[in-house]
């Protein structure tokens, strides 16, 4: 790498990658237009770095952008390199991992560094569903850029010195860095949602580290297995009453959790575990209320899941979703997409009822319908509403009526409730598979995706969805 050994682009694909293992690929290639005197500045390697290299011995394709070098900016040729990794990952069906530090398109360059910018679209579009593709971003990341980093499966900010944007805070109405940073790590994972991951430049290099090892190299070419150590029998009494945080890590391996965009709709939990030495996706709603954000953040992770064959486990109990004019805006349209989204996967999905299952929440996680195991703790309320609310409409007429209201309202809710709402009437309907103890959930959920692990579904032909 000459000269560029020690730049800061150099230097980042370094910390990624396995010692000694990157190899260099365009190091000759230089800006191609004259204009605006561009040939007389120098562009060593048209100011990215590209090649390939291994994480734990797995192959990826790495991008690293050099902001010495016309501020990291991208020209024609800076794209074409970029495109030309995207080529070779794809054919040898392993993941891309892109180190943005970068001005934006170059001026000098105009036309032609907008098309070159269009054809890397094009290339991160196609390889979507292919092969992972991770971004992480170090400097500026704004404009058409910042497209390319919700492209992205997964994207890291660097905590302090990382900007993403479409527009810049102080081009928008009314606003500047100092009444809303929009450009900031923290409003970008916790408002937008394009950040998955906030940490500095070595937390970075040690979570894509992570992510490599736990995810499959392309749709078809699976790495996500390995050795468990841990029990495949050992008891978790720890997770009755739980946060999501907590149930996670007793059910995984090791205590091993994955979690991206965890400030974003973080009123549900999207995370990688492993059990039995397997990656697998969970989708944990245990919240009393959930939001928009997080049914929007579980159906691209479902999606995401679906596509690299990785198996899905669903966690309920939540009571309502939120009251507020936000819901009614955005709902109906998230929650119809994360129901198309598990109607549509046809990787092995287990889920597990912990808690309250109640109208549009029990058919939005996963239910019978499109689950291919429910169980069900002892405890689990699954039914249309709550018994309560549910005695007030049927018995209307008979609770105005009753002398004793209280007492004839707490005896038809126990009814009702026994008779609707509980696990065992679900169970006897067929809409739960079977009703366990909560420290049984990691043995029980571990030997049923053993039983699916050969799970092979077709869904009707068609060119693509929609929703």
Not at 116 to 122: D, M, S
Not at 214 to 243: H, K, M, Q
Not at 256 to 269: L, R
Not at 364 to 376: M, N, W
Request: charged residues 25%; negative net charge.
């Amino acid at each position: 790498m000459s000269h560029s050994n020690d730049s800061a682009a150099a230097r980042r694909i370094r910390e990624v990658l396995d010692e000694n293992s990157f190899v260099e690929l365009g190091a000759y290639v230089t800006a191609r237009s004259t204009d605006f005197n561009l040939a007389e500045q120098k562009t060593p390697r048209d100011g990215v770095v590209t090649g390939y290299g291994t994480i734990d011995d797995r192959l990826v394709y790495i991008y690293s952008q050099d902001p010495a070098v016309l501020g990291g900016s991208i020209g024609e040729m800076h794209a074409k390199k970029i495109q030309r990794l995207y080529e070779l990952a794809v054919k040898m069906e392993a993941p891309v991992i892109g180190l943005i530090d970068c001005s934006g398109l170059r001026l000098q360059e105009a036309s032609d560094s907008l098309n070159a910018f269009g054809e890397l679209y094009r290339c991160q579009a196609r390889a979507n569903g292919v092969v992972p593709q991770i971004q992480a971003i170090y400097g500026s990341c704004g404009g058409s850029l910042a497209v390319s980093a919700a492209i992205a499966d997964f994207t890291f900010i660097e905590r302090e010195e990382g900007r993403l944007f479409l527009l810049a805070p102080n081009a928008v109405a009314d606003n500047n860095e100092a009444v809303l940073n929009t450009a900031s790590a923290a409003f970008q994972s916790e408002e937008s949602g394009v950040a998955d991951f906030v940490g500095s430049a070595a937390e970075i290099a040690e979570g894509i580290r992570t992510l490599i090892g736990i995810l499959p190299a392309s749709f078809e070419d699976d790495l996500s297995y390995g050795d468990c150590t841990d029990s495949l029998n050992r008891l978790v009494p720890e997770i009755e009453g739980a946060g999501s945080a907590e149930l996670l890590s007793a059910l995984s391996d090791g205590g091993f959790v994955c979690e991206p965009g965890e400030s974003y709709g973080s009123c549900i939990s999207t995370a990688f575990i492993r059990m039995n030495g397997c990656t697998i996706g969970t989708v944990a709603a245990l919240s009393e209320e959930i939001c928009w954000k997080g049914v929007e953040k579980a159906a691209r992770f479902v999606r995401f899941c679906d596509a690299f064959s990785i198996p899905l486990l669903t966690l309920v109990d939540v009571k309502s979703m939120d009251h507020c004019i936000c819901t009614e805006r955005q709902m109906a349209k998230k929650a119809a997409s994360l129901i198309t989204a598990y109607a549509n996967a046809t990787v092995p999905k287990v889920t597990v009822v912990t808690g309250k299952a109640y109208g549009l929440i029990y058919n939005l996680f996963a239910p019978k319908t499109v689950s291919d195991i429910v169980y069900a703790w002892p405890k689990a309320e699954i039914g249309l509403m709550e018994a309560g609310d549910a005695v007030k409409v049927i018995y209307a007429e008979e609770l105005a009526a009753a002398e004793d209201k209280t007492a004839l309202y707490s005896e038809k809710t126990a009814a009702y409730a026994e008779l609707q709402n509980g696990a065992v009437s679900a169970a006897r309907r067929g809409y739960v598979d079977d009703i366990i103890d909560a420290q049984l959930t990691r043995k029980r959920v571990i030997a049923a995706f053993e039983m699916l692990f050969t799970k092979n579904e077709d869904l009707p032909a068609k060119k693509r969805g929609t929703v």
